[in-house]
């Protein structure tokens, strides 16, 4: 399949797709990276082809209900204060990079997948694997199956280089300072009792406890209740690219979307820039961490 295929496997012209997967995220570096975080917003993008839209059952506003809505503009102080951030221009109802690559449902497709299949996957059975069958209030997406090419073109043209592109960067950042953070930037529908912010760090294995500790004690002194790993503890970029004994630690942030965001219209509230604020703050507290915490000898696991 190509980009002159419209999604649900229709062939014409998509020259909107086309751009998409020319440009399907975007870095933005400061001038020098002096720190050694990474910072990655892989769900809050906002280009929904017209054949994708076209394709599903809900309006362009249903679709848009499940994005991280607004979360790299939350997150966007670190490049300035010497972080890069990477930002997918996708939205996660056409594909979820927080997923793993196998963790496509079968039954969504008319034909067979070239690609391995984790069907004990309770995400996928969920209706929430990486190419998603449901959006947040458990809608159904599509109006149809799709081509089987599908799942094919969307792995390869947005989801391999959106984590090709995060890998170097940890690369490059391990290279520069001798080990990488990647803080994983989301935001959390709203629901009674549940917390401001979830920091996930898949229950220790993904980060030093010391960065754990630091973003708790950060956004605490700023006024958020923080609670840890409950009910999201990481997705697949946690696990990727969080291996703390060797130098590469990952932690999850998610936000409430009630502390900034009318979850209905997706617009956001009157208070964003003071929750902005409080976020940046937290987020300077957090990176002004003494990373001699964080550095332990290959083979090793650091332990609280």
Known sequence: MNSTRQAGGKAGPNPELAALYATPFSVARPPQQTLPFIFASPHSGTVYPPSFVEQSRLNLLGLRRSEDAFVDELFASVVAMGAPMIAAHFPRVFLDVNRSPAELDAAMFEGRLSLDVDRASPRV???????????????????????????????????????????????????????????????????????????????????????????????????????????????????????????????????NRALYLDEETVVRRARFASVKSRITEALRELLGLDTSLLRTRPGTLAAE
């Open 125 to 255: 059975n969920a209706g929430l694997g990486v190419i998603p069958r449901i959006v947040r209030d458990g809608a159904e997406i599509y109006r149809g199956k799709l081509a089987p090419a599908e799942a094919d073109e969307r792995l390869a043209r947005l989801f391999r280089p959106y984590h090709a592109a995060l890998g170097r960067m940890v690369d490059e950042t391990r290279a520069r300072f001798g080990l990488a953070v990647v803080i994983d930037c989301h935001s959390m529908p709203s629901a009674a009792a549940t917390p401001d912010i979830v920091l996930g760090d898949r229950y220790g294995a993904a980060a030093a406890p010391a960065i754990m500790r630091a973003s708790e004690r950060a956004f605490e002194r700023r006024g958020f209740s923080v609670v840890r790993n409950v009910p999201y503890a990481g997705g697949y970029t946690t696990e990727l690219h969080g291996r703390p004994a060797y130098g590469a630690h990952a932690l999850q942030i998610e936000i």
